[in-house]
């Protein structure tokens, strides 16, 4: 079987996995363990990425998903800057791995034909999983890292038994044909909507939907805060990319079957998401909880895949949300790193004491709430439910107003607590690494991306697709 | 115009809140007083009559969406803009103490502003924008400057589990409203898809579920029966300050909401029994609720639910008579209970709580003045001819009476009568209030003192305007006399 | 300036200008002829948004009114000064009386339906405030509660009136609104609700107890608003709507019925009384009935004629009763007695106004109770809208109240005022500026018998009546009857009171207090209960949430096979 090569998917994906050989080479010949050796290459790679991308055909749908998947990496680099010295840390292979999988998502989301989908799935997952359990001697991660392989493991292996299924619908598993195979009648509609589920599977486990989503707080409570934060957005942006190209590109004459499961996927999702995250007491497991709910928002407007704002509503909701998780998991690593914790007590006040990190975090948190003045993450809840409703799934939308009333409730926690008092006052490390300000400016650049978003969400709602 | 008599409160209250360190709070209160005149000056002045939309702004926003930063001031909205400004300056001035945090005087701006921009909003994402943006303020000003409630709250087994009962009626405020609003926000996107557009003049839609969310979203900011039970909690647990915007201001945001929107919504007609009986039962509900209240500030509070209950009965209705009693309705339940809620809280700063057995009786002796601004207050509320709170109640009545276009005449005549009934308890429970607190033999107390200059001349100001609308209505009912109720359209 | 603020005569000076200017006003109006005779006002019946416009319009009855009520006003400023005017609270007190003659006018005066609910009620809130004055002492602020309650739940009848009067005629102007040949319209629903809210104002049944239970308020305000005054505007408002409801036989009949009640169950209580202020406001809720009856007999002229009648003469009893109290330091009948030579000008001035409350020859009482019955009689013939059966026993029990009235009017003034003196009693005559008022008042109880029309037959017939219970009274007091009779029923006032004093209020006691516990532990289940779910549904999550990888794997299986089957079924 040949696979046609699209230069236009596969160039940036290509300069990525480059990059990420070349920062390896680079840290095994200069094993001086600075974060910046490696880190450099791989921050000109996704820079070189990015224009081969803009060189293209900037028009297409992946792109706009690619795009993100290429901020979000490049995000992720230059803040995890923040780990400098840190001496459990490898650079070289931290970032290979990361820009490995940053290619593997690029794939995704331009992947044709299923093989080619379920190869840029492992490619990854493999490297974030080893991501996950990078940093030596931490049991902690190890263990999260085991947990992920294993659920990881068990949701590509039912995916292999849809898409073997649906090659023996069809004959084949390339988009186009999958779609006429699965358009004749003589297919009994039982087993289509079997094989269409079971494949799905994979994708929702990476998005983090439920009931795929029970790795996702203990993975993103034991790894790096960075990582954590990769995997919440780059990943999930890739997941989702590639489960919209197929549902809308290979599967949809098998409409019927996937719409009911996705809808209720959705909200579930967000349900559950947002119990879950109600009764947290660290950051990072209020996140982890609330990318679960926010899944289910991104999830949601796919039930209406066949309009087109089935397709750019997602988009632009993913990319207000990938913009605000990136700017709290970076501000996180921040205080981690100078506070040793990120417990939310530890974060009393922080909007007072420390300004320059609190208030970013109180800006992301009210995005991800969608609640003004951070008009952007109204804007594109706004911008999720239209479609929703528009395909008159209005149960959907109602789900998804309550659970933006019930997201607020821990984010307004966050605020509040970000807010309040300080406690007298908190640790902090008495010399932070100057590679610490690096993340900080990362931050401050992302919320002022959120600031500027939020005066005229026109900026993003125009020029994503 | 009306874009800086928004900005002008907006950012100065932003500059308090960096700056709450370098100034003083009397300064600020000076300030804030200074910045909402500013807006009430402007909103005044912007008026270019009845039949137009004054001060129209309208420039692109959001092109992928339709929705424009689209504001005008039109003859439904005028009154609620001035009543806000004023309600606004009243309080700035009444945080006229050194001991005032800059940082509140900050919230209340920047709650107005907020309140403001919802009734000069001629574009439902816009309008929704400003309805959410007043809440977290709010949430702050509660929280932070409330004081617990009594014991005798709903949820008071689950006000321990707090840190707070202030923290704890902040919150049920904001879930509720929140609930409702995310519920509006729906119903605005089928609202946008329906109709094609976001501007308010120019949508429409033809939905049932538009007007099932969008009403279900008001009822609980107004609040309508079964929707109220935040009201009492947030509003007695709030700072004088934050109950009387509340009061004053927030609910205003609800009925003036449904107003605005039941000239969009084409199905408003099939809700609008619902909301007829429902209001209706309000009245009487919270009448009896008050009847039994021993705080005066839940007191009041459950008797703001009854007046929001006339003004939603007579939105109901769809006449013009309906129209003008909803907008006559709000405003002086803004300046009326704006008025209590500035007694009590005068009350509660001199004896430390709201609870009348605690007060204690004869303030006709104790404190004179304050004890006349209460009855005063009382009587108005109760509905006395030739006070303000009278005309809305009046037209709403008629409203009812004449059925209107939507309503069938059981549905419109049960509200009557159930209003009516709900009028004869308001006066009990007043005049029971006013035999608790005014009469009796007087019980001295350290904390009794007469009204101080800052208290008379906020309370004086409310007073006025109480007895001005109260004797002369046609200032504001001429604005509604020959126009029909889908002016808006 | 101080000084001049705290001087009582202010007060009085300020009455006396209104006074001044309402007489100005009301002085051209007497003469001049005419009843309810306006021209209809074609404008079209969609009835315009409320507004206070100072239409005013005079004829002569209600131009006697204002006088009535200006005079009085003036008369009991200048009584109170010396009455009250060391009370602390006298300047609220006098300011108040202000605004009560100024609402009383407005109701009298204005054509404007709006004007005269303001007046209206803003009388009931002025008389609110006054049976409250003495605030201290719990029988006030009952009273005072009372009396508001009960008149501002009938005023609701006015509001109703006044709606369906708009959407009957399409405007809120009487000028505008009068049928003058015209049928009118919705009249049994205006009748009815004027009726309700006319038996709230002047205490007739079923609404009568609030009247003897405001007498804990100062004496003159009694005689001002609860004798003179407010309690006779609601007769004034009867009489004035009358047209809009006079072909309505079903409200006439119920106005008939309620004042043959009212008037008979008044006069009865004002027999037993032990305390002469309660057996006053007895008599003046009988009175009141009396004039109910003229206007259902469709003669309101006659009811507004014996309306300024009583005002005077009840005027002249309470402030009377005002004096013997500021003597001997109480109302009880038990506590007086033996006036005549302490407090002669008391003494004949009241025995002036009893026997004007007996009807007898040559008070104002005899003349216009006389014309009063005349209507009664007149409307036995049956042409009008009461049928005349109901007219025949309307008359029957005026003429029985009538011997009940100078019964009790002569056993008040028996025990009153002569009769021997209780021990220990040291009266002595009040001050002058309160028997000045007395004096005026007495003149003005024959002044206004002067061109009062006169019918023979009927005053025949309502002097021997009179003199038959006079008569009756005082041969019992030769044989040294004690006159204190108190048949247990009667002593009672029936139980009438006991919805509105306990049934009513403890009733809706425990319905607000369900309500209270229904707000909180049955509506308020849904967002606690929604809260309670989500910290359950927390705690269930965190269960699942083990670290144990089999039990994620269950998961991940559990969810595909549900997925699974949803997609099979569903599609």
Known sequence: MTIPIDWTVAGPATIVLAGALVALLVDAFYPRRTWLGS???????????????????????????????????LFVVVASNVMNFENAMPPGEYHFLLLSAAAGGLLMVGARDIVTLVVALELLSLPSIALVGLRQGDRVAIRSAWTFFLASVVSTAITLMGVSLLYGIAGSLDYAKLRDGLADPRVPDGVVAVAVVLTVVGLLFKLGAVPFHVWIPDTYGGTSVMVAGFLSTVSKAAALGALLTLLSVALPSAHDAWQPVVGIVAAVTMTIGNVGALRQDDAIGLLAWSSIAQAGFLLAPAVAIGTSEGLTAPVQYLAGYALANLVAFAALAVVLRLRGSTGLEELRGMARSDPWMGIPLVLAG?????????????????????????????????????????GLAYYLRLVVILCDRPDGDPYVSPSPPVSVRIAKSAVLLGAGALVVLSAWPDLLLTHLP | MIVAALLVPALVGLLLMIGRRLVRGRTAAWLGAGAMTVSLVLFADVWEGRADVSGEVDVSWIEPLGARLHLGVTVVSWPFLLMTALIGVLCCLWLLADDTSPALVGLVLVISAASMGVFSSLDLLLFFVFFELALIPMWFVIAWWGSSTSSSGAGAAHQSRFKNGARYSATRFLMFTVGGSALLLVGIVVIGLDGGTLQVLDAGSASLAAAVLVCLGFAVKTPIVPFHTWLPDAHSAAPTAGSVLLAAVFLKLGTYGLILFSTVLDRFEDVAPYLAIAGAIGIVWSALA?????????????????????????????????????????????LVTG???????????????????????????????????????????????????????????RAAYEVGDVLTKPVAWTGLGLALVGIALTTAYFVRAIRLLAQGEPVPHDGDRDLGRREAVVMGALVVAIVVLGLVPALVLDLYEPIRFSVAR | MRSVLRSHWLYVALTAVLALVAAIWAVPHLSEPGWFAYAPDPTGFTPPLPTLSPDLFLFPASAQIVLLAVGVGLLVQIYSTAYLGHHQRYRSYAMVIVLFLVAMIAVVGTTNLWVLLVGW???????????????????????????????????????????????????????????????AKNATAIGLLVLVAVVGKSAQFPLHSWLPDAMPGPTPITALIHAATMVAAGVYLAARMLPF?????VALTAMAVIAGITMLMGALFALVQTDLKRALAWSTVSQLALMFAAVAASDPEAGLDHLVAHGVFKALLFLGCGCLMHAVGTSALSAMGGMRRPMPVTFWTMTIGFAALAGIVPTAGFFTKDSVLHALESATE??????????????????????????????????????????????????????????????????????????????????????????????????????????????????????????????????????????????????????????????????????????????????????????????
């Open chain 3, 245 to 249: 409801y006079a072909d309505s036989t």
């Open chain 3, 382 to 571: 049956g042409d009008g809208a009461l049928a005349g059966g109901t007219a025949w026993a309307l008359f029957v029990v005026a003429l029985i109240t009538s011997l009940v009235t100078a019964a009790y009017a002569t056993r008040l003034w028996l025990k009153t005022l002569l009769g021997p003196a209780p021990g220990g009693l040291d009266a002595h005559e009040a001050p002058l500026a309160m028997t000045g008022p007395l004096v005026v008042l007495a003149v003005a109880t024959f002044a206004v018998s002067i061109g009062q029309p006169f019918h023979h037959g009927i005053g025949v017939v309502s002097t021997v009546i009179a003199a038959a219970g006079i008569g009756l009274v005082l041969l019992m007091w030769r044989r040294g009857s004690s006159l204190d009779w108190a048949p247990a029923p009667l002593a009672a006032e029936l139980g009438l009171d006991r919805p509105f004093s306990r049934w009513v209020p403890r009733l809706t006691g425990d319905v607000a207090s369900a309500v209270v516990d229904l707000d909180r532990d049955a509506v308020d289940v849904y967002p606690r209960g929604g809260a309670a779910a989500a910290a359950l549904g927390t705690r269930g999550l965190a269960l699942v949430q083990s670290r144990n990888v089999q039990r994620y794997a269950t998961v991940l299986a559990a969810g595909v096979v549900v997925l699974v089957v949803v997609g099979v079924v569903v599609s």
């Open chain 3, 121 to 183: 009620e803003v009388m009931g809130l002025c008389s609110y405030l006054l049976i409250g004055h003495e605030w201290e002492t719990g029988e006030a602020r009952a009273g005072a509660a009372k009396a508001f309650l009960v008149t501002r739940i009938a005023d609701l009848g006015l509001v109703l009136a006044i709606l369906v009067i708009g959407e009957t005629y399409g405007t809120y102007d009487l000028l505008g609104a009068q049928p003058l040949d015209g049928e």
């Open chain 2, 339 to 397: 008025l209590l809620f500035f007694a009590a809280g005068s009350l509660k700063e001199r004896f430390g709580t709201a609870s009348m057995t605690r007060i204690g009786r004869g303030l006709y002796g104790r404190s004179p003045w304050l004890a006349v601004t209460f009855v005063l207050a009382a009587v108005a509320s109760l509905g006395l001819p030739g006070l303000a709170g009278f005309w809305g109640e009046l037209l709403s009545l």
């Open chain 1, 39 to 73: 880190g450099l290459p791989a921050t000109v790679a996704l820079v070189a990425a990015g224009g081969e991308l803009l060189r293209g055909d900037a028009g297409t749908y992946p792109f706009a998903f690619s795009a993100i998947v290429l901020a979000g990496t």
């Open chain 1, 366 to 406: 009210l995005t991800l709430a969608g609640f003004p003045p951070a008009v952007i993450g109204l804007v594109t809840k706004y911008v999720v439910i239209r479609p929703v409703v528009d395909s008159d799934h209005v149960w959907l939308a109602v789900v998804m107003g309550v659970n933006v009333m019930l």
């Open chain 2, 290 to 334: 008050c009847y039994v209240q021993d705080d005066l500030k839940r007191l009041v509070a459950y008797s703001s639910i009854g007046h929001m209950g006339f003004v939603v009965l007579a939105i109901s209705t769809q006449s013009s008579a309906g129209l003008a009693a909803a907008v006559f309705g709000s405003v002086a339940h803004g």
